[in-house]
């Protein structure tokens, strides 16, 4: 009623202009006007009042001439109205080449979509973020640009869409030419009409990274505190026990010496040796393992014979071998030449020999290979000792898990040699792991030094 009430009055106030643009009109062509005359005014000179009662035959001159003056009016109007036509049309043409701007230039994808993702429309940046023109999009669908890795994702966002009729948001990382590309945030809404969805995409590629750099930041933070953890407990508690065995023991022996009572003095003298040896073993990681976390160990491979190499660890650790009776053999004896630090292999091979020691029965020998393939020389220490359980194994080279299993004579490790051997395999741009059986009995660890070592 409201609205019926505010087109009458407009269509009276336009009649009324038009009137007043026909008088205006009339005036300057000095052209006769139709109008009731008023007795208590008489004509002008130049107007002409015709009174339609004056005279009776001249009633249909009058109807012409009204009709005349409406036709005249609604011309004016019509005019008019052209004329407001013609500046809304101005008005919606720039208005919509505003929108189509604002919209084709967005610093958001904007994109309809269907149910199943087909695309019906999309602006220019959401073509940017495909990779594609245009015209080459719609009526393709939105799914072939999802990577894999985030595509369930972005089914279950459409799906969501449709099933609850509210506003939805999901990230997924797109793909160009069959490579990743950006990572894009969907907010997306169902249409009230037609089985269709408007969706908008903003490149959050940065704020990944960002993610990326803070996860990569807090993940070296915890190795650098479980680093620090590691130091203070081999400090506090592993280089502390040796010498506190150490200092007892020898009290003991001087005490007998000077009471020449030589009983057990032998078995006192090879615990000392042992314990020295220990506290000999980690002082000497301790130092590489430092200065190798303050960059202060530096890498220089050179060309050098891994058999000869192998043969100098193992004359260091046969007094240690001996007081088990172990045997240590080498195995595919032939001419190796490897691209290596010298310092750095050789302490691995100090290591695992010397676990391999630690944790092989009385008696018993460890075995080492060393084999060289077409890419890569790979090198094996193995023991039949305890064994390692497999849930184990993966915590091995782990600088922030606490694994320590006793020897088969109670030897104890700190764990912080395996961690040192795989920091500098990892140099190498090699591979350490272990294999283990613990039914069968039994470790084999092994590591690689690619031909091409490259410097990390």
Known sequence: MKKEKQNSTKLVSLRQKAEEQLEKQHSVKDSPLITTRSHSKPPSANQHYFDPFEISEGNFESDNLKLIHELQVHQIELEMQNEELRIAEERAKINAEKYTELYDFAPAGYFTLS???????????????????????????????????????????????????????????????????????????????????????????????????????????????????????????????????IIGFSDMLAEQVREKNYEGIQEYAEIIQNSSQRAMDLLMNLMEWSRSQTGRMEFAPEQIEIFALIDEVTELLNYTARQKSINIYTEGRHKTVVFADRAMIGTVLRNLISNAIKFTNPGDEVVILAEQNENELVVSVADNGVGIKKEAIDKLFRIDVNYVTMGTQNEKGTGLGLILCKEFISKHGGKIWAESDPEKKGSRFCFTIPKSTKIT
């Open 115 to 245: 149910y199943d993702g087909t695309i019906y429309g999309l602006n220019l940046n959401g073509a940017g973020l495909l990779c594609k023109e245009r015209a080459h999009l719609v009526k393709s669908n939105f799914r072939f640009f999802v990577a894999p890795e985030t595509l369930l994702d972005f089914d279950d966002f459409l799906q969501k869409i449709f099933a609850s009729n509210a506003s939805e948001s999901c990230e997924v990382r797109l793909i160009a030419d069959g490579n990743p590309s950006v990572y894009v945030h969907l907010e997306g809404i169902a249409l009230e009409v037609e089985q269709k969805c408007l969706v908008t995409a903003i490149d959050i590629s940065r704020r990944k990274l960002a993610e990326k750099a803070l996860e990569k930041s807090e993940a070296n933070l915890r190795a650098l505190n479980a680093a620090k953890d590691k130091f203070f407990s081999i400090i506090a508690h592993d280089l502390k026990n040796p010498f506190i065995t």
